[in-house]
């Protein structure tokens, strides 16, 4: 690990140096793996946060309650220490820059990981339009604020809105609450410009989506998940 | 050549031999899928097992709910590492459903609606191993988990017990299903952690 920059209260952004990387696609994932002092091992899988840059890749890990990997990493590690790590991994949830279709990307909390590698990637290579809805409980959830806010503003063809379960900002227009078809249409991209569409997060939130979506007329095929989550301590 | 992480501990070890190397108990039942869970009708569902010689049989949803069917508990591993133990299965043996097919194939490969495939050797859906399962922990499957009828193989990872069964080829050749034509093992086998091509 070379460096370590903190998202929210429960997130940060490692940077691995892993020599001989071969480079990644933009929405893959690393199988990263501990080893204690008495042998015993525990590997989880994380999304890949950044595009290919060379050995360095970044991972952002969101600690989940009694996570005995995520406590480890997204707290503990420091600069220097050293961890397995296996991959690219997955070849479905991804995005190329020759993919000219407008981009519907859907993330629910820490989903927003590998949402935010296929934004990252389209800098310079890419005019594809993307729009990313990111449902978060609280403003204080929100991973990338300062960068995806500063992305949007620059009207490179990125439109982001942030959909609140829990509590808003002062002044936000949308009330509180999980996200809706309406929020789909009005923040997303209609059927008919056939966008690819990227859901991410935990499976009720992925299900919820992807079942909004297809009623409102998006092809299944169309429509890629990742589902993440806590799936055991 | 381990790499021993500083400062890292780690919890649960594994001392029932359950568990196949780097996996860990889960009490959820976590959902990977990698597009939205298809819906099919029970009036328009059906399971067709076509040989080598493009020779079918099928059954409608009727037909599969008439064929005697089995209780069956398994422990369950996902590639991703997590396990289940003892997980409560009803469905139909596949050598109940293969009984009358007559092939020379060595090898399957499994479609579902919505897309996905997976292959393994037909020896794998035999003798006890294979069933299409419909219920789960004595309830009808939910969509999410593969229902109304999903492939159930427990001895390999649980990506090669394709969700929303809706067939399977008999061939005289491997052909790689989704996950395996993306890296993922050709066989799968989780004692020998054959999680990706070349394991």
């Known amino acids: 690990m070379v460096e370590r920059r903190r998202e929210t209260e429960t997130a940060s952004t490692l940077v691995l140096e892993v020599p001989g990387w071969p480079g990644h696609l933009a929405g893959q994932h690393v199988d990263v793996r501990l080893t204690a002092p008495d042998g015993y091992q525990a590997a989880r899988s994380y999304s890949l946060a950044a595009p290919t840059n060379g050995d360095r890749i970044e991972i952002t890990v969101q600690r989940v309650p009694d996570g005995e990997v995520s406590s480890y990493l997204a707290d503990e590690a420091r600069n220097g220490d050293t961890v397995e790590v296996r991959g690219p991994v997955g070849g479905w949830f991804v995005w190329k820059p020759e993919d000219s279709a407008p981009v519907l990307l859907v993330a629910g909390g820490s989903g927003v990981v590998p949402l935010m590698a296929m934004i990252r990637s389209r800098d310079g290579v890419s005019a594809a339009p993307f729009r990313l809805i990111h449902s978060v409980r609280t403003p204080q959830d929100r991973i990338y604020d300062h960068e995806l806010r500063s992305r949007a503003t620059q009207g490179g063809g990125l439109d982001i809105t942030f959909v609140y379960t829990r509590t808003a900002p002062a002044g936000e227009t949308r009330s509180v609450g999980r996200i809706t078809a309406d929020d789909l249409i009005r923040y997303g991209w209609l059927p008919d410009l056939a966008p690819t569409c990227y859901v991410c997060g935990p499976t009720p939130f992925v299900e919820t989506v992807a079942d909004l979506l297809i009623d409102l007329g998006h092809n299944p095929t169309r429509i890629r998940t990742e589902r993440f989550g806590p799936t055991g301590p | ?199």
């Open chain 2, 1 to 199: 050549m381990d790499i021993f992480t500083r400062g890292f501990r780690g919890r649960g070890r594994d001392s029932s031999g359950q568990l196949p190397p780097g996996q860990y108990l889960t009490n959820d039942f976590p959902v990977l899928s990698a597009g939205p869970t298809p819906r099919i009708p029970l009036d328009a569902w059906a399971f067709t097992i076509t040989t080598e010689l493009a020779e079918s049989q099928q059954w409608s949803w009727a037909e599969l709910m008439a064929l005697p069917a089995e209780s069956i508990t398994a422990n369950i591993h996902c590639v991703t590492r997590w396990s289940k133990l003892d997980t409560d299965w009803r469905g139909v043996s596949l050598d109940t459903l293969l009984a009358d097919i007559e092939t020379e194939a060595d090898f399957a490969l499994v479609n579902s609606y919505g897309g996905y495939s997976t292959n393994l050797p037909l020896e794998d859906l035999l003798d006890g191993k294979a069933w299409v399962a419909f219920e789960y922990e004595g309830e009808e499957l939910a969509p999410e988990h593969g229902g109304p009828a999903r492939l159930l193989v427990p001895h390999l990872y649980l990506w090669k017990s394709a969700k929303w069964v809706r067939g399977i080829d008999l061939m005289l050749q491997d052909s790689p299903g989704f996950w395996e034509q993306l890296g993922y093992h050709d066989y799968g086998d989780p004692w020998r952690e054959q999680r990706y091509q070349g394991d």
